[in-house]
T-cell receptor, first 110, second 114 residues
Framework: LAKTTQPISMDSYEGQEVNITCSHN???????ITWYQQFPSQGPRFIIQ???TKVTNEVASLFIPADRKSSTLSLPRVSLSDTAVYYC???????????FGPGTRLSVLP | DAGVIQSPRHEVTEMGQEVTLRCKPI?????LFWYRQTMMRGLELLIY????????DSGMPEDRFSAKMPNASFSTLKIQPSEPRDSAVYFC????????????FGQGTRLTVV
């Protein structure tokens, strides 16, 4: 069973790039890595998903090294509205396991 | 599409009472998940369904919890009898396809058991 660890909290300033790393040492061959964002009083919202190397979409990038034992969510030029809790999730292919990590509370300061 | 719809949004009940939480997934999604979120334990997967069939219920804390999905557009999570330690936010989410970790979450039901 893949387990994930993340920093509890991070602070940043508007306009900076933020990198949040998740460790998943016993990730299985078929596990995908997914990141979610959660605002207070709302359900988590999908950000990005990847299996290896680098994935980029309109809001973030996801970097996964060759050994896949960690992954880094990169948020370019954060704004105050990016203040939220960010979760990584490691899931087996074909969806056998959906367990969220502990989450990283990102605070973006003006 | 209105997204995943959960009801009620808030529920306050007395210990020992039965509680039923409801979820309408996004049309066309073949996976449905029930999660519970607390400060102490974070987001916990309780159970998930694929094509209305329960696949993994290992997260259901005990026999007081049960979940059903009678059709593709409706699911319930029932707690009977409820206890104060069941107080939490319960989320329903739905997704589609094999690489289905792109789950769409509802707004959640905040349950308080007094």
């Amino acid at each position: 069973l893949a387990k994930t660890t993340q920093p509890i909290s991070m602070d940043s300033y508007e306009g900076q790039e933020v990198n949040i790393t998740c460790s998943h040492n016993n990730i299985a061959t078929n596990d995908y890595i997914t990141w979610y964002q959660q605002f207070p009083s709302q359900g988590p919202r999908f950000i990005i998903q990847g299996y290896k190397t680098k994935v980029t979409n309109e809001v973030a990038s996801l970097f996964i090294p060759a050994d896949r034992k960690s992954s880094t969510l990169s948020l370019p030029r954060v704004s105050l509205s990016d203040t939220a809790v960010y979760y990584c999730l490691v899931a087996l292919n074909y969806g056998q396991n959906f367990v969220f990590g502990p989450g990283t509370r990102l605070s973006v300061l003006p | 599409d209105a997204g995943v719809i959960q009801s009620p949004r808030h529920e306050v009940t007395e210990m020992g009472q039965e509680v039923t939480l409801r979820c309408k997934p996004i049309s066309g999604h073949d996976y449905l998940f029930w999660y519970r979120q607390t400060m102490m334990r974070g987001l916990e997967l309780l159970i998930y369904f694929n094509n209305n069939v329960p696949i993994d219920d290992s997260g259901m804390p005990e026999d007081r919890f049960s979940a059903k999905m009678p059709n593709a557009s409706f699911s319930t999570l029932k707690i009977q009898p409820s206890e104060p330690r069941d107080s939490a936010v319960y989320f329903c989410a739905s997704g589609r396809g094999h690489q289905n970790t792109e789950a769409f979450f509802g707004q959640g039901t905040r349950l308080t058991v007094v």
